[in-house]
């Protein structure tokens, strides 16, 4: 028995001896790795310094409501001081309890996933404490290796003496993910309750302290039973730990889960402003700087009128679309039993892409159908070679009966289509993205004329941010829109009055032959006013002659036209491109009375940081016409809505004025029209110049979008009138005939407007009976006059630049 005493005394001396050898082996072999991990670890010391992660770049209407994010991570940065205590509360009792207690590290629970680890033979528990979370976020992956995990705690220890408590939760509560594209808590905060971080209770608080541990798995969204037994258990740790009570524990497990994420409510408006904004948020800071984000950008985007301008376009487009069949189904008609085969309907033809080519985002390409899959709602399309796929759930403008795809297309159709940046699967091939482009697109943008801020800008039917931003980029041919810049001109030299009589015959020039909207019919002598209101091209390019063309170009630079302007006649007709918002502002010149204001669409720009960053300052407003030219002209617009070809405009019911223009073969349509308080232009086009249709012209599809606009816009507006003559108009009475002044008792005579020193001195002779002709262009006969039937018994709007293919500078 003694000697099995001492045996077993022996045995355990040498395994003690064993024991402590292998200790202090497994201590030498621990601080060689410890001195080699350490000195190829990477400082801490300025980890808090240099805190500058990717943020959310926020944008606002005028009224500051939020309109809309850029990012490319979701987060937004607080202060630790913006967290009530009970959310950092709980978010201790989720992860780390003791987390004011120790130096980083969690030694009891170190050894617990020693022993687990060793037991499993890998590395399969943690025991990371906030320290530790922090340390692996920004030094480390997520492998679970002993390597990593040696690293992180040493990192751990590091961080724990350069910086203080406040700090590393600092780092945490904004670094870590929180699922769904949420980076940080206060991002986490809006989405899961709609709310900031600083106005959550204790349940929603309790909720996000639950999901670091695994995003994805605890998403209220994604697996709400999961994600309500988390929130309860870290309901319970708050009680256990003292932060709450157990009664309060018990009635908070009762509290909703939220139903549903919590997005921006206007982020479906705004779009146009939002690229606008990011676009000046680039060309201030720098694109790596915009990126980063944190940046709050104000714009000049009234909410209401941004609605009622994209309905507007939306419903005016589809006008359109009904009109010439730019829409579904394709090769099928209804029929009494259902839908037949037909023969494809002829869209206006784009561009085919050759055999090998790359199809340019954005472009229109002629594209086939291909096949279609009903049960996903996709059409597989060929573009040459390549193919791509449409989602027709998207396409509710030209599927507006939400038709299938085999109810929507037959395979072999050609169908116009532009690619979307992205590519998604379509049966065992990665394709395109594409959507339909089978109808023309628009622009609209609207300015108040007081302050010169934009308050509404469409982009183009269902634009997005990113995408080709028409009313700011798309220079177009403004057709008869531009005469106004043209008759200005000559008005302001005192070449001519609005009683001017102009001649309206056939013109010929060397490589330009201007024609009017009706080829055959000619007027002879017209009235300046009357032209203007009819907009007869002839007339138009004499007046040009009279004032000089580099007169005008000079005129129109000065009032807000910024495109370049090609100095030849065929100017006169608008053959030259501008954008809507410089034609807009351009025409805000004359609606404020002559003053040029550069347009406003950003007002402030806060970097993260929260100090503002400098906008460069507009030019300041600058007289470029007399209130004398702008009274004149501005009166002459209005007898383009009274009298002309935009008296549809008189169902505003309230004084505007305005022009109409449409491009050669009516590739472009143009509504441009005020009221004294606020200016908006319309455009409509195919983005690849094709005509828009038979009959188509700025009176049909252009104004009933301005108009429809306005009347919604201005409804609730104060009615305004423009203002009376200025000192230095005088006001005539003259013969309509003659634009000489009015005999004595004339019963026709008229009412007209001129500059002062311009106003006719005689008075009209006693007319002569004479035989009412016409002077037809290759023809010495007569003929009766006749007026075009047109759209609504309304004269149609001229169309211009014919014959543009053959100008060339002169």
């Known amino acids: 028995m003694i000697k099995k005493s001492k045996l077993m005394l022996k045995l355990f001396k040498g395994l003690l001896l064993t024991g402590l050898v292998c200790g202090l082996i497994l201590l030498c072999i621990a601080g060689i790795l410890l001195v080699a991990y350490s000195s190829s670890l990477p400082s801490t010391e300025d980890l808090r310094e240099n805190y500058n992660p990717p943020q959310v770049n926020r944008f606002y209407a005028a009224d500051g409501t939020a309109i809309g994010e850029i990012a490319s991570e979701r987060r937004t940065v607080i202060q630790i001081s913006q967290v009530p205590r009970f959310v950092i509360n709980a978010i201790l009792s989720a992860e780390d309890a003791d987390f004011f207690k120790h130096e980083g590290l969690d030694y009891p629970g170190i050894l617990r996933a020693i022993l687990?680890?060793?037991?499993?033979?890998?590395?399969?528990q943690g025991a990371s404490t906030i320290t530790q979370q922090v340390a692996r976020t920004f030094y480390l992956g997520r492998e679970k290796t002993f390597k990593r995990k040696l690293k992180e705690l040493l990192l751990a220890r590091r961080i724990e003496q350069n910086l203080s408590k406040e700090e590393i939760l600092f780092l945490y509560l904004n670094q870590i993910y929180w699922g769904h594209g949420r980076y940080g808590i206060e991002e986490a905060s809006r989405f899961y309750t709609g709310?900031?971080?600083?106005?959550?209770?204790?349940?929603?608080?309790?909720?996000?302290?639950?999901?670091?541990?695994?995003?994805?798995?605890?998403?209220?969204?994604?697996?709400?039973?999961?994600?309500?037994?988390?929130r309860n258990w870290v309901l319970r740790q708050m009680a256990t730990h003292g932060f709450i009570t157990a009664k309060e524990e018990l009635e908070m497990e009762n509290e909703p889960l939220p139903q549903s994420p919590h997005a921006i409510e206007n982020s479906s408006i705004g779009q146009e402003f939002i690229d606008a904004g990011y676009r000046m948020l680039v060309k201030l800071v720098g694109k790596e700087r915009a990126l980063s984000g944190g940046y709050k950008v104000w714009t000049t985007m009234n909410i209401e009128h941004q609605k009622e301008a994209v309905k507007s376009v939306e419903i005016g487009l589809k006008q359109i679309d009904r009109r010439h069949g730019y829409y579904g189904p394709i090769g099928y008609k209804k029929t009494k039993?259902?839908?037949?085969?037909?023969?494809?309907?002829?869209?206006?033809?784009?561009?085919?892409?050759?055999?090998?080519?790359?199809?340019?985002?954005?472009?229109?390409?002629e594209a086939e159908v291909l096949e279609e899959d009903s049960a996903t709602g996709r059409m597989l399309v060929g573009i040459g070679e390549r193919k791509a796929v449409v989602h027709l759930d998207r396409e509710t403008r030209y599927n507006p009966d939400g038709l299938?795809?085999?109810?929507?297309?037959?395979?072999?159709?050609?169908?116009?289509?532009?690619?979307?940046?992205?590519?998604?699967?379509?049966?065992?091939?990665?394709?395109?993205?594409?959507?339909?482009?089978?109808?023309p697109q628009s622009a609209l943008v609207a300015i108040d004329v007081g302050s010169s801020k934009v308050t509404a800008m469409v982009g183009g039917y269902d634009f997005h941010q990113g995408e080709f931003q028409r009313a700011i980029m798309a220079k177009r041919q403004p057709g008869s829109a531009f005469k106004t810049f043209v008759y200005l001109s000559a008005l302001r030299q005192k070449k001519v009055t609005p009683a001017t009589l102009i001649e309206d015959t056939p013109l010929q020039y060397e490589d330009f032959q201007p024609k009017n909207y009706e080829t055959w019919h000619f007027e002879g002598k017209v009235r300046l006013r009357r032209a203007l209101a009819e907009s007869i091209n002839l007339v138009a390019v004499r007046v040009a002659e009279i004032a000089t063309i580099g007169e005008v170009i000079k005129l129109a630079k000065e009032m807000g036209i910024e495109s370049n302007l090609e100095p030849n006649l065929a100017l006169a007709l608008g053959a030259n491109g501008v954008t809507p918002l410089e034609l807009a502002n351009a025409y805000a010149t004359i609606a404020r009375g002559g003053i040029r204001w550069e347009p406003i669409i950003v007002t402030k720009i806060v970097g993260p940081d929260g100090k503002e960053v400098k906008i460069p300052p507009p030019e300041p407003p600058k007289r470029v016409i007399t209130e004398q030219?702008?009274?004149?002209?501005?009166?002459?617009?209005?007898?383009?809505?009274?009298?002309?070809?935009?008296?549809?405009?008189?169902?505003?019911?309230?004084?505007?004025?305005?022009?109409?223009?449409?491009?050669?073969?009516?590739?472009?349509?143009?509504?441009?029209?005020?009221?004294?308080?606020?200016?908006?232009?319309?455009?409509?086009?195919?983005?690849?110049?094709?005509?828009?249709?038979?009959?188509?012209?700025?009176?049909?599809?252009?104004?009933?979008?301005?108009?429809?606009?306005?009347?919604?816009?201005?409804?609730?507006?104060?009615?305004?009138?423009?203002?009376?003559?200025?000192?230095?108009?005088?006001?005539?009475?003259?013969?309509?005939?003659?634009?000489?002044?009015?005999?004595?008792?004339?019963?026709?005579?008229?009412?007209?407007?001129?500059?002062?020193?311009?106003?006719?001195?005689?008075?009209?002779?006693?007319?002569?009976?004479?035989?009412?002709?016409?002077?037809?262009?290759?023809?010495?006969?007569?003929?009766?006059?006749?007026?075009?039937?047109?759209?609504?018994?309304?004269?149609?709007?001229?169309?211009?630049?014919?014959?543009e293919q053959n100008i060339k500078t002169q």
């Not at 687990?116 to 399969?124: D, H």
């Not at 302290?209 to 695994?214: D, F, H, I, N, R």
């Open 629 to 803: 030219e702008a009274f004149l002209i501005t009166n002459m617009l209005e007898s383009v809505v009274k009298e002309g070809t935009a008296k549809d405009a008189l169902n505003l019911k309230r004084p505007c004025a305005g022009k109409t223009g449409t491009s050669n073969m009516a590739r472009d349509a143009w509504f441009v029209g005020f009221i004294p308080t606020l200016i908006s232009a319309v455009w409509v086009g195919f983005d690849d110049f094709k005509p828009l249709g038979k009959n188509e012209t700025g009176a049909r599809a252009a104004l009933p979008i301005w108009l429809l606009f306005m009347k919604n816009v201005v409804k609730n507006f104060p009615l305004t009138r423009f203002g009376l003559p200025p000192e230095g108009i005088e006001v005539r009475s003259i013969d309509p005939a003659t634009g000489l002044l009015a005999r004595e008792g004339q019963p026709d005579a008229i009412t007209e407007v001129f500059l002062a020193g311009t106003e006719p001195t005689e008075t009209a002779p006693l007319p002569q009976p004479i035989e009412e002709t016409v002077i037809e262009q290759d023809s010495t006969e007569t003929k009766p006059i006749q007026l075009q039937e047109t759209h609504e018994n309304q004269k149609e709007e001229k169309t211009d630049n014919e014959g």
């Open 337 to 365: 039993g259902g839908l037949a085969k037909e023969k494809c309907p002829s869209f206006p033809p784009a561009e085919k892409l050759p055999a090998k080519g790359v199809p340019v985002p954005g472009k229109i390409y």
């Open 116 to 124: 687990v680890n060793i037991t499993k033979g890998e590395a399969r």
């Open 195 to 230: 709310k900031s971080i600083s106005d959550v209770n204790i349940p929603e608080a309790a909720l996000l302290a639950g999901l670091p541990k695994g995003p994805e798995i605890y998403s209220p969204f994604k697996n709400p039973q999961k994600a309500l037994e988390r």
């Open 404 to 439: 299938p795809p085999g109810s929507f297309a037959r395979p072999g159709c050609s169908v116009r289509v532009f690619l979307v940046n992205g590519k998604e699967q379509y049966g065992s091939e990665e394709v395109e993205i594409a959507r339909l482009a089978l109808g």
